[in-house]
């Protein structure tokens, strides 16, 4: 093994950690103070491994905990995932954000039950072929249900990684990625002992060596951390470097009927932000809502509130949205049969899959009376 993965460049390190001493000091440690009762964790299905990694990417356990324990029960097997409609899985999904998650596990799992006969394959080529699935998550897959030794590179993963061996720079970097998976490699254990070892890794990292206020005294890799010895703990990982988030600005046209309070949605198309989901109309902020309302409806709106904005935040981008409430008096009946436009209830949109500014907007809805007043 190369010896500079292993080591420190800074004076003075502690012992490193090796390979044959890594994972028996997390697995001693996961022993007592791992999490052995999550929900997805007994029973360890292939199905409900895979599901469970692509809910916990970019999310934390609490968050998807609740999620996770709906979807499967939706959709208990992969066939059934496979079968369902998308607005159906995306209604699950609603809430839990990076939605192309979602698009991608339902077309996974078609793609599975029409080229793996129904069963997730069982090599890591063969998974990171499929949508959504990249080597760390076909790693978890298959060292958690399948018991084969593959490495795993997890953000709580990098993070025990940067600190114990203090690999300097930004791990989205190719170069340091290409680091920590080699490190990542060498410090994986054997078949007879992954399965717990890919657990206890990723536990280490959201419990105990957390981004801020680790809990360096009960650390089990405390005594060998190159980090800690220099007193650097909160200087890794290195963070991404910053840039300022450009703004757009949109409106979102809130169309009721005064007959029965139905509201307007347009599903998006099924890719990009917030593909396949259901929205509102948008307009940019120059357009007239009430000029567009007369051309596309051929009804002026007999009321309008413009509502406070609000701002949704994206990986790329701050998207500010102003709602303008307009109540029609008339609903025209082609304007129903627009493409890709549906009337519904209140109540009927929150079995559909709408963004979560949407699902808090629709609250908002009920303090607003029909006169707009």
Request: glycine share 6%; net charge neutral; aromatic share 8%.
């Amino acid at each position: 093994m190369p010896a500079d993965l292993l080591t420190c460049t800074t004076a003075a390190p502690p012992p490193a950690w090796t390979p044959d001493t890594f994972a028996p000091a997390i697995l001693n440690w996961f022993a007592q103070h791992g999490r052995h009762d999550l929900p997805w964790q007994p029973p360890t299905t292939p199905y409900r491994v895979w599901v469970s990694e692509i809910m916990l990417q970019q999310t934390q356990v609490a968050v998807v905990t609740p999620y996770f324990t709906r979807f499967v029960t939706q959709f208990p097997t992969l066939a059934a995932l496979a079968s369902a409609p998308l607005d159906a899985v995306l209604q699950q999904w609603s809430g839990l954000g990076y939605y192309a998650r979602a698009r991608h596990l339902h077309r996974a799992a078609q793609l599975v039950v029409k080229q793996h006969c129904g069963e997730l394959p069982t090599t890591l080529e063969q998974l990171t072929a499929l949508p959504g699935i990249g080597r760390s998550t076909a790693g978890a897959i298959l060292s958690l249900a399948y018991g084969q030794r593959q490495a795993i590179l997890d953000g709580n993963v990098k993070r025990v990684l940067t600190r114990c061996f203090t690999v300097t720079g930004w791990p989205g970097e190719p170069a340091v990625t290409a680091h920590l998976w080699t490190l990542a490699d060498q410090l994986t254990p054997s078949a007879a002992t992954v399965a717990a070892y890919t657990q206890a890794i990723m536990d280490l990292g959201a419990t105990c060596c957390t981004r801020a206020k680790p809990d360096c005294a009960h650390c089990p890799l405390a005594p060998r951390c190159q980090a800690l010895a220099l007193g650097q703990v909160a200087d890794y990982p290195a963070p991404r470097p910053r840039r300022d988030l450009p703004v757009r600005a949109v409106q979102w046209l809130v169309l009721r009927s005064a007959d029965t309070g139905a509201i307007l949605l347009q599903q998006r198309p099924p890719s990009g932000i917030w593909g396949g989901l259901w929205t509102l109309p948008e307009l940019p902020l120059e357009f007239d809502a009430a000029q567009w309302c007369l051309a596309h409806t051929a009804s002026q709106p007999d009321h309008s509130v413009t509502l406070a904005p609000r701002r949704h935040t994206f990986t790329h981008f701050h998207l500010d949205i102003w709602p303008i409430v307009m109540t029609l008096n008339t609903v025209p009946t082609q304007f129903t049969a627009a493409a890709g436009q549906q009337w519904f209830s209140v109540d009927d949109c929150q079995t559909l899959g709408i963004p979560a500014p949407l699902r808090r907007l629709l609250a908002e809805l009920s303090s607003i009376t029909i006169s707009g007043n």
